[in-house]
Nanobody, 115 residues
Framework: QVQLVESGGGLVQAGGSLRLSCAAS????????MGWYRQGPGKQRELVAV???????NYADSVKGRFTISRDNAKNTVYLQMNSLKPEDTAVYYC?????????WGQGTQVTVSS
């Protein structure tokens, strides 16, 4: 069982930056693929960025060049650095952890970008 706790959301002006953190419980963090997803008002949940256990990353086209996902296995934490934020980035951001057979979600953290 893996528990995920996100933090770092908030209100920011367009063009600003935020860093989200997701702390994971348990001893298997280094073997987990980790990801960030978001769900905007009236929208479906969508992939933002993922990082494999080996550090390979992938991003949604809408955030490439602005967002960076990283992980610190010593701290059981994955990060999402978000720069040049836009109003359309406003959403609840969820952390996800998965293995081949299981997956877990955090409770989400709200990010609001004002114009």
């Amino acid at each position: 069982q893996v528990q995920l706790v996100e933090s770092g959301g908030g209100l920011v002006q367009a063009g600003g930056s935020l860093r989200l953190s997701c702390a994971a419980s348990g001893s298997i963090f280094s073997s987990l693929a980790m990801g960030w997803y978001r769900q905007g008002p009236g929208k479906q949940r969508e992939l933002v960025a993922v990082i494999s256990s080996g550090g390979i990353t992938n991003y949604a086209d809408s955030v490439k060049g602005r967002f960076t996902i990283s992980r610190d296995n010593a701290k059981n934490t994955v990060y999402l650095q978000m720069n040049s934020l836009k109003p359309e980035d406003t959403a609840v951001y969820y952390c996800n952890a998965r293995t081949i057979t299981n997956g877990w979600w955090g409770q989400g953290t709200q990010v609001t970008v004002s114009s």
